[in-house]
Nanobody, 124 residues
Framework: QVQLVESGGGLVQAGGSLRLSCAAS????????MGWFRQPPGKEREFVVL????????YYAPSVKGRFTISRDNVKNTLYLQMNTLRPEDTAVYYC?????????????????WGQGTQVTVSS
């Protein structure tokens, strides 16, 4: 069972940046498609971005494309999300997720592994 632990959330002003990290407990991390979801206050959970196991393929939600960058370090078993030009509407709990080999997915139910979430708050 892979455990995922996020860090790096916090309070930032609009236009600022944050970098989220997600540490995985096992070396099987390198075989997992990884991603980030978020849940804004009072709203449904939504897909943010995914990255293939080798890091060669990424897919971003239109709302974050060009502002957020996902990356991974398969030696350190760590996933990252660099978030730039943050907006108040980016305020949410951000979840690190992982799924076993297979078709990449933007659906949360397809991901077997979830972190506990980290709060990101962007003030206007």
């Amino acid at each position: 069972q892979v455990q995922l632990v996020e860090s790096g959330g916090g309070l930032v002003q609009a236009g600022g940046s944050l970098r989220l990290s997600c540490a995985a407990s096992e070396r099987t991390f390198s075989s997992l498609t990884m991603g980030w979801f978020r849940q804004p206050p009072g709203k449904e959970r939504e897909f943010v971005v995914l990255i293939s196991s080798g890091g060669t393929y990424t897919y971003y939600a239109p709302s974050v494309k060009g502002r957020f960058t996902i990356s991974r370090d398969n030696v350190k078993n760590t996933l990252y999300l660099q978030m730039n030009t943050l907006r108040p509407e980016d305020t949410a709990v951000y979840y690190c997720v992982g799924k076993k080999m297979g078709v990449s997915s933007t659906q949360g139910d397809d991901y077997e592994y979830w972190g506990q979430g980290t709060q990101v708050t962007v003030s206007s």
